[in-house]
């Protein structure tokens, strides 16, 4: 794995740039300047560094000077990427072997990625803006010996000339949208924003909506098993917000006692108790951000109940590995889902857009998001969350849930945090009905949480107790209170007979969500011609469509035999969904959307179960 050092005293570029290098699967590490850089670039050795010029302490350029007379690190490629557009930077950079010089104001992560690739691989990039001669010349835009587009020489003379800058003006997000043009099956999808008008955007988004120290710090301690009191409440003084709520919650009819009011944090915190105190500090710092709901169909409430949900299994899950994580993986189950909400609601019509191009041309969605928006969602959803103000310790998990390749103590937190989530899902405490919901392998659940079947939570214990704790955090109205505690889907009169295979673990997502859909019986076996009597509809789980015993003529035989007609069956596979041919049955993916198994429920209660 190459390791990449990122120099740059902007907090805003230097973390989601080197997440997103995590992301694309390398090791990194910051410096916030010259100086802090060289001692890096000694003792990390990186293989290559990622230098903005402008900086304080050290400048990019002296950093460079420098680095060259070190004979061990003098040979380490640099790539530039500055805000200043300025010619005699550019020769300067050269002179000191720099070939790669990209603008904040017009680069995109996907061009960036392609940068780091050839550079690391050696071979020269496809732009050479530091060549500032070549560069100035407007003749050579078109000129094939460059090898460059049109569009790549022309930012290349606008770095060299000092045309561009990174503080012009964005055009109006909004009419830029308007103005794109709609992408066709053979057409390339339309610019709609930099990297740069991304990040501007999150900034003025995300003003006013930062998480506290203290806030982050209670949530935290308040789930730890060595939590005490009078530190909690030291923490909570912090946080003037987070008090007023705190003696609120103390002094409330539910809490309240014949001792007279509550006038101490201290008192207050021994009175009603940690989790109520760290369930009280994520209204204040996490769910007082997000928006209210939309005319989209966004419910905030339900993204409440969610969030609660996966944060409760996760620190569940975890506690029996490694208690000492429990509060790190409950927060980080409270945020799992913020970054992506945060986007939703500032980057609509530009998604919308993104969707709709991904079923024009096929292309995968994170190419496409990397092309229209210079950045992916993922990337997006890093920025937000460091805006917010999470600690690393919570940001990492969250970022490594998108990331298969991470490692090390946050990935193992991810792991369980995926868990957490297909179960949330099941549980039907989703945040809509797209959600995605699938069974785990044995072997899944025994890496993250070291037991092949953990145990379930009480699936009406836990619900009612997901339900009612947002519910009253939310501080709703009684009609609008009733209108949230209402289910996803209700419960239909249609029996499910669902065929597992045995390398499928009990702690079972979808197993959780077809038996509140239908009446559920779990089987490890097909059924029979006359099993199925009085079943509606079958579901079919197995590793591969060549599972002993699971594969489709053992599916089809029994199925076609019934003496009301054929079963509808829904056979789920670890592999890729393939259009079936006529007469026969195809598999599809595990992982399907509450919607679509709902959808099966109704089509299977449309059939005979006689």
Not at 53 to 69: H, I, N, Q, Y
Not at 222 to 246: E, F, K, N
Not at 316 to 329: K, R, W, Y
Not at 366 to 392: F, K, N, W
Request: aromatic share 4%.
């Amino acid at each position: 794995m190459s390791k990449i050092l990122v120099i740059d005293d902007m907090a805003i570029f230097r973390d989601p740039i080197a997440a997103s290098l995590r992301m694309a699967g390398y090791e990194t590490c910051c410096a916030a300047d010259g100086r802090e850089g060289l001692s890096m670039l000694k003792s990390q050795r990186p293989d290559l560094v990622l230098l903005d010029v402008a900086m304080p302490v050290m400048d990019g350029l002296t950093f460079l000077k420098s680095m060259r007379r070190e004979s061990q690190v003098a040979t380490t490629p640099v790539i530039i990427l500055t805000a200043m557009a300025d010619k005699k930077c550019v020769m300067e950079a050269a002179g000191l072997g720099v070939r790669d010089y990209l603008l904040k104001s017009r680069f995109s992560l996907k061009e960036l990625l392609e940068r780091v690739g050839k550079r690391l691989a050696g071979g020269e990039a496809s732009t050479t803006t530091a060549d500032a001669s070549a560069a100035a010349k407007p003749r050579q835009v078109a000129g094939a010996k460059t090898g460059m587009t049109a569009v790549a020489a022309t930012r290349a003379r606008e770095a060299a000339t000092g045309k561009a800058t990174a503080t012009a003006p964005a055009p109006a997000p909004a009419k830029r949208v308007a103005a794109a043009p709609q992408p066709g099956a053979n057409e390339e999808p339309p610019e709609l924003l930099s990297a740069s008008e991304c990040l501007n955007r999150v900034k003025h988004a995300m003003q006013g909506k930062t998480l506290s120290g203290a806030v982050a710090h209670v949530i935290s301690l308040a789930g730890s098993p060595r939590a005490d009191a009078s530190q909690i409440a030291a923490l909570i003084a912090r946080d003037s917000t987070l008090s007023v709520r705190v003696l609120q919650a103390a002094n409330s009819a539910t809490y309240a006692s014949k001792r007279g009011p509550v006038t101490t944090l201290s008192d207050a915190v021994r009175n009603i108790g940690c989790t109520t105190i760290r369930n009280i500090a994520a209204t204040v710092g996490i769910f007082d951000a997000m928006p209210a709901t939309g005319m989209d169909g966004f419910n905030p409430i339900r993204c409440w109940q969610h969030s609660f949900a996966v944060a409760r299994l996760t620190e569940m899950l975890i506690t029996n590995v490694d208690p000492e994580q429990a509060g790190t993986a409950y927060l980080a189950g409270l945020c799992h889902d913020l970054g992506d909400i945060l986007i939703r609601t500032h980057f609509g019509p530009e998604l919308q857009q993104v969707m709709d191009a991904q079923a024009r041309t096929g292309r995968p969605r994170a190419e496409l998001e990397r092309q229209m928006l210079g950045m992916t969602r993922s990337d997006l959803a890093t920025v937000v969350m460091t805006y917010i103000g999470l600690p690393d310790n919570i940001r990492g998990p969250v970022e490594a849930m998108h990331n298969p390749r991470a490692t090390g103590p946050s990935a193992k937190i991810a792991q369980v945090l995926n868990h957490a989530e297909f179960y949330a899902n099941g549980l039907l405490l989703a945040s809509n009905i797209d959600s995605p919901v699938m069974p785990l392998l044995r072997s899944a659940c025994r890496k993250a949480v070291g037991e092949e079947t953990p145990a379930p939570p009480s699936i009406d214990e836990f619900r009612a107790e997901i339900l009612c704790l947002a519910a009253m955090l939310a501080r709703l109205t009684p009609a609008d209170e009733a209108e949230v505690l209402k289910p996803l889907y209700a419960q239909r009169e249609t029996s499910i007979w669902l065929a597992r295979e045995k390398s499928f673990s009990e702690f079972d997502p979808l197993a959780t969500a077809l038996s509140l859909l239908a009446k559920t019986e779990v089987f490890d076996r097909l059924p029979t011609g006359e099993d199925l009597a009085g079943y509606h509809g079958v579901v079919v789980v197995a590793p591969d469509s060549n599972a002993p015993g699971f594969d489709a003529s053992n599916i089809q035989k029994p199925l076609a035999m019934r003496a009301a007609g054929p079963v509808p069956v829904l056979w789920l596979t670890g592999e890729r969904a393939t259009a079936p041919k006529e007469g026969t049955l195809a598999p599809r993916p595990l992982a399907l959307s509450l919607a679509e198994l709902a959808a099966f429920v109704d089509s299977a209660s449309q059939k005979p179960a006689a």
